[in-house]
């Protein structure tokens, strides 16, 4: 690393800290990598945005009266972020909506809160509280605990544990309890201040923002924004991907939850991942999971097993979407044990 880059890296640590000093710095390393890189800031229409950190994307609207932002993203997105805001527009961030508690999507808030206020559904606030105090260790991560004391130390740590130490070390003691890791990286997430169970309107200076439930089964507390008066952009946080394979194993319960979506009034589609979209690509993702519906049911019919699905039933007609061959395989067996669950 060259000494300008040196300088650029220590003047935004500094940076970081000074904004967020109980904060661990989330290097940009931690998060989802694709072939989107960069930071950036794009106007959508009328008075929303997009700004995006490699990845990741986040959506505000400017209104004479200071901006309301959906998803901090993280530490150093946020002070990058709060400085181009400030620069461009000469306005504070009044609200910081929340997507959802995971890490990666709500963290670095607090670096809004000299002038922001954080909404988040009801449900955030149990998944970021802390677990009792004898939760044990994961299943999964136990046979980190070489030593068996039913804790983590930094010796120990290995993979994600290792890499997030910091943002699991909630009390900052040098060793991790079955709660802390329960209860996940998120040192960095600043809890709401205004939570909501259906639904709530944010208005300000003269523009007003649908803050509305959808509960999944990624994410029980999450959020959906519609920013309206005639902006028509909708925001949604992971499970309605643009051209990408969704994520995981993926059943029919979610296709009526998207088409309820589709059936709303806006152009504009944001996902917090990948491309930029509008309706028509709700539109694709709504066909994609009813082609894979038929396709497993016919692959059943047939009397395959889900070994013999997930080689057959190919979705040829996506095999350009982003993710193609990571997802394709979790996406059939996710649907194949949805329609055979007695199996």
């Excluded at 993203?73 to 527009?89: C, D, N, S, Y």
């Excluded at 995971?102 to 954080?118: E, V």
């Excluded at 982003?322 to 194949?336: H, K, L, S, W």
Aim: one cysteine or more; charged letters at 20%.
């Amino acid at each position: 690393m060259n000494s300008k880059r040196v300088t650029a890296f220590l003047i935004g640590c500094l940076v970081i800290a000074a904004l967020m000093p109980e904060a661990w710095p989330q290097a940009r390393a931690l998060y989802q990598q694709t072939q989107y890189k960069g930071q950036e800031i794009g106007k959508l229409t009328g008075d929303v945005y997009y700004a995006r950190m490699d990845d990741y994307v986040s959506a505000f609207m400017v209104t004479p009266d200071g901006i309301i932002l959906v998803e901090p993203i993280g530490t150093e997105m946020a002070a990058w972020l709060k400085g181009e805001l400030a620069r461009r527009f000469n306005t504070p961030v009044k609200y910081v909506i929340y997507s959802h508690s995971h890490w990666d999507h709500a963290s670095g808030g607090a670096i809004y809160a000299d002038t922001a206020r954080f909404i988040g559904h009801e449900s955030m606030l149990k998944n970021i509280a802390m677990p009792p105090a004898n939760t044990p260790l994961p299943q999964n991560m136990r046979a980190q605990d070489t030593n068996g004391n039913g804790r983590i130390e930094p010796s120990e740590a290995q993979g994600n544990i290792k890499a997030q130490f910091e943002l699991y070390d909630a009390n900052k003691d040098g060793v991790l309890t079955g709660a802390e890791i329960n209860r996940g990286p998120i040192a960095n997430v600043r809890p709401p201040d205004l939570t909501y169970t259906d639904r709530i309107n944010i208005n300000l200076g003269g523009k007003r923002v649908e803050v509305i439930s959808r509960p999944i089964a990624h994410a029980d507390d999450n959020t959906i924004v519609r920013f309206v008066d005639g902006t028509n952009v909708l925001f949604a946080s992971d499970w309605i991907t643009v051209h990408r394979i969704p994520f995981g194993q993926i059943g029919d319960a979610e296709t009526a939850m998207v088409k309820a979506i589709e059936a709303m009034d806006f152009e504009y589609f944001l996902c917090s991942h990948g491309a930029l979209g509008k309706k028509a690509d709700v539109t694709a993702n709504i066909r994609y999971r009813e082609d894979l519906k038929a396709a497993v049911a016919k692959a059943i019919a047939a009397g395959q097993t889900l070994e013999g699905a997930q080689k057959s039933v190919l979705m040829e007609a996506y095999k350009d979407w982003e993710f193609y061959d990571q997802q394709r395989p979790q996406n059939v067996a996710g649907m194949y044990r949805a329609l055979t669950p007695n199996r």
